[in-house]
């Protein structure tokens, strides 16, 4: 096995993209840089340089559509719950010939891009709220089966999970996940006014667009090539992350804490 710089790391799951990406415009599948790596094409024409991921977004329709059509390969696998191969209410596509070590949690096997749904949200910004609220502790519950026993951040994180794991661990992954998919499709994507991601909508409310100026195509360029962006870019990215051309603090330039090998025999 041979371990992986983070330069190496990046270029694989940009091919990992640029495979996606192929697929998606054979297929007719619309799909839209999300989260950190839109940040990154914006803010850097490319991957943030601190970040190790690459995040994509797609209408609950496409995202379903995705998942019965895509053919894995020696080398590109598709990962959801709904194909009972991760435990996640969204999709990823990993390279098989990666394999993952992660300090504090032990859910990712290979390198992967993350594929979520967009999903219909109401017009009463309370109501959303109150499901972003909740949809929050499922998720962190969901975390909590996956991390690692005397790891943490910090010595407050790390005696927490002894307490907190062993009651995400009884309350059951399936029965979370359920909970999440549930809030996420209670209001669907095609009659909606508003959409946003739920299922793993890390930013609350300010994930909430207009339906209409979310599948209005637009392009960015991410690592010299050119990439679809919903046209509320803009407002999207103030609404996450406020003033976002402005760098962060070092101390909030967080990374997946994670080791990679190539696994050149396999």
């Known amino acids: 096995m041979k371990k992986l710089s983070n330069r190496e790391i990046k270029n694989i799951e940009l091919q990992i993209l640029l495979r996606f990406d192929e697929f998606c415009k054979k297929n007719k599948l619309r799909y839209y840089l999300a989260g950190g790596t839109l940040l990154g094409a914006i803010r850097h024409k490319g991957f943030i340089p601190w970040d190790d991921d690459i ?18 390969d020696n080398e590109y696998c598709i990962k959801s719950y709904f194909l009972n191969n991760i435990p996640f209410p969204f999709a990823k596509i990993v390279n098989l010939n990666t394999q993952i070590d992660r300090l504090y949690g032990n859910e990712d096997k290979n390198i992967w891009i993350d594929i979520v749904p967009v999903d219909g949200l109401p017009e009463d ?9 909740i949809c929050n502790i499922y998720r962190k519950l969901l975390v909590l089966n996956y991390a690692k026993l005397g790891e943490g951040k910090t010595l407050l994180k790390k005696y927490m999970k002894y307490i907190l794991k062993p009651i995400a661990v009884i309350y059951g992954e399936k029965r ?26 890390l930013y609350g409310s300010g994930e909430r667009m207009l339906k209409s100026e979310f599948e209005k195509y637009a392009e960015a360029e991410f690592e010299g090539y050119k990439f679809p ?25 967080k990374t997946h804490d994670m080791t990679v090998y190539y696994l050149e025999d396999k």
Do not use: H
């Open 55 to 72: 995040d994509v977004c797609m209408p609950r329709p496409d995202f379903m559509k995705l998942l019965q059509i895509w053919i894995d």
């Open 125 to 133: 910004i309370k109501e959303v709220k109150k499901i972003y609220r």
């Open 176 to 201: 979370l996940i359920d909970k999440i998919n549930k809030l996420a499709l209670k209001y669907p994507y095609e009659t909606s006014k508003y959409v946003g991601i739920i299922t793993w909508g």
């Open 229 to 253: 962006i919903y046209s509320c870019w803009n407002s999207y990215l103030q609404n996450v992350y406020g003033n976002y051309m402005e760098l962060p603090p070092e101390e909030k330039r």
